[in-house]
């Protein structure tokens, strides 16, 4: 079987890494020419660390999450302190010793994607950079990519795993999905903690190994970690914007100092140290679940933030595109090459209920950070954990889709004959 994807984020490099697993053939078609250093902090949960785990390099049988592992924050000694807007220590949330089975890496993406990227090239899989899709194919028999370069690639099936930005999902739907506004913005930076380092007011975060400090209010919270034994700094804010602080052109520096003017002081200083150029915005946009990530004959799939966007308190975008990677690899073996359009189907009901769960506790964090019921917080105040649910973290993807992949086909091909 042949099997084209488009991506080489996680969820298409996934997906390819898998399929090779899986005794298929698979090529990646990929917009970016080359590997930059792009995005800031990513969360890998217990959930991709089972994953990771099972990759063994080809050279030397090294585990690829040992490879990540020295790249991700230690938070053992320090957990994650959470405070009120005003400074007030709320909990100290000791993180759980690392689970070996089952670990979870926080770091940079770009640390983490070269890692795998790498590793699809070690199993023999062609990348094909700067080569973007500009429009999907199919027929009952075969389904493709036309490529800007005029190329036109055919396959068995083509998984579209091209991101937020997807045009697989145009084709997959028929129609453009506008993103839907979550109501709130995000800014978020990753720099060097030189400056943090030198000021004895902030010092402490950097000076005494990895930390991870939020603090929350209303309609804002403001996630701070220190990474690499303390020597790099990422923030990540979330808030409802504000006409007032949004609507004036001022720099980012000026419109976060608006925000927290009345909070913790150590929030403005933070900021202050972080440079204006490394400070990013976005909105915080997302669609609601698709009706369908299989096309109408049944030989593309989406997988992904082109199936499924997570906001970012969900801390799952990465790892729910790597469960569906798994699971669809799983599907396309079990049907064999005369039952693709089934194998999709059944990777589609296998995964749907499960990651829509999931899309909706990035929403349900947001709600109880800026909206917190304090009566509640005061009687237990770890009822603001930062969540790590077991049954999302606890999950097998590949056991999973090997334990139902067989009769999710065969249920859907009889649907298909009745
Ligand atoms: C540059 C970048 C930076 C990011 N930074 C962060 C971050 O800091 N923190 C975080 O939590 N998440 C970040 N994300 C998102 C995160 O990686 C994803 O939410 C998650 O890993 C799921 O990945 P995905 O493979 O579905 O999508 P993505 O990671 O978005 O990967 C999609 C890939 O498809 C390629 N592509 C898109 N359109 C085409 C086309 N027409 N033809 C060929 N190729 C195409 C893109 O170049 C990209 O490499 C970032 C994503 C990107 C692309």
New binding site residues.
């Given amino acids: 079987m042949n099997v084209i994807v ?7 490099l996934t997906t390819a890494i898998e399929c090779k697993k899986q005794g298929l053939s698979v090529a990646i ?4 020419a080359k590997l930059k250093p ?6 890998f949960g217990a959930n991709a660390g089972k994953i990771l785990r099972r990759w063994r390099t080809p050279a030397d049988d090294k585990r690829v999450s040992d490879l990540f592992d020295p790249l991700s924050i230690k938070l053992e000694r320090n957990g994650f302190n959470l405070h009120r807007s005003n400074g007030q220590l709320i909990f100290n949330q000791k993180m759980p010793p690392k689970d070996p089975e089952a670990p979870m890496f926080n770091g940079h ?1 770009a640390d983490f994607h070269q890692i795998v990227f790498q590793y699809a090239l070690d199993m023999g899989i062609p990348i094909h950079l700067g ?3 500009q429009q999907y194919f199919e027929s009952e028999d075969a389904a493709g990519i036309l490529l800007e370069s005029g190329e036109k690639v055919t396959a068995d099936v083509v998984i579209a ?7 697989g999902r145009d084709f997959v739907l028929g129609y453009h999905l506008q993103p839907t506004e979550s109501g709130h913005k995000c800014f978020r930076s990753w720099f060097t903690g030189e400056e943090i380092l030198k000021d004895p007011e902030t010092s402490r975060f950097c000076s005494n190994g990895d930390t991870f400090t939020g603090w929350i209010g209303h309609d804002v919270h403001f996630l701070f970690s220190t990474l690499k034994d303390g020597k790099d700094c990422s923030w990540a804010i979330t808030y409802k914007p504000d006409p007032v602080i949004d609507g004036l052109s001022r720099t980012r520096k000026e419109r976060l100092y608006d925000i927290f003017k009345d909070w913790d002081p150590i929030c403005h200083r933070l900021i202050s140290k972080t440079p204006e150029e490394k400070i990013l915005e976005w909105d915080a946009v997302y669609h609601d679940p698709l009706p369908t990530w299989v096309s109408m004959k049944g030989r593309i799939a989406l ?4 199936a499924h ?2 906001l ?1 308190t969900s801390a799952q ?2 790892a729910q ?1 790597m469960e569906d990677g798994v699971t669809i690899a799983v599907c396309l073996r079990t049907a064999g090459t005369g039952n693709i359009s089934a194998a999709l189907r059944a990777y589609q009901n296998i995964r749907y209920e499960r990651v829509k769960s999931v899309q909706r506790t990035g929403e349900a964090t947001r709600e109880m950070w800026h909206r917190t019921d304090w009566d509640k917080v005061a009687k237990d105040p770890s009822s603001l954990s930062f969540p790590r649910e077991d049954w999302i973290h606890s999950h097998d993807a590949e056991q999973h889709a090997e334990s139902t992949a067989g009769d999710e086909i065969e249920r859907v091909i009889g649907l298909r004959l009745s």
Avoid at 161 to 167: E, T
């Fill in positions: 488009i991506g080489a984020g996680f969820g298409g078609y990929e917009a970016f792009l995005g800031d902090v990513i969360s993406r080569q973007r899709c795993a091209d991101g937020f930005r997807s045009i997988v992904g933030d082109s966007p997570m970012p975008g990465a595109a």
